[in-house]
């Protein structure tokens, strides 16, 4: 199946690691803007990919 693909013997990487992905969450709710519809698209494709990611875990909780 992966017989076109150049690349088959080499990892593939997730499209975006976990930090880009807390990343693009805050620049879209920060360029995100109710008053027009990309605006309003921006911020619930933040909430959508905010609810996917894992919670950050807590320094205080660890004990540590």
């Known amino acids: 199946m992966d017989d076109d693909y150049p ?3 080499e990892p593939r990487l997730p499209l975006i690691t976990l930090s880009e992905a807390h990343e693009t969450v805050a620049l879209l ?20 990919i905010a609810l996917r990611l894992p919670e950050p875990k807590d320094p205080a909780s660890t004990g540590s």
């Open 7 to 9: 690349y088959s013997d």
């Open 29 to 48: 709710l920060h360029l995100g803007d109710e008053s027009t519809d990309e605006g309003r698209r921006a911020v619930q494709l933040a909430s959508d």
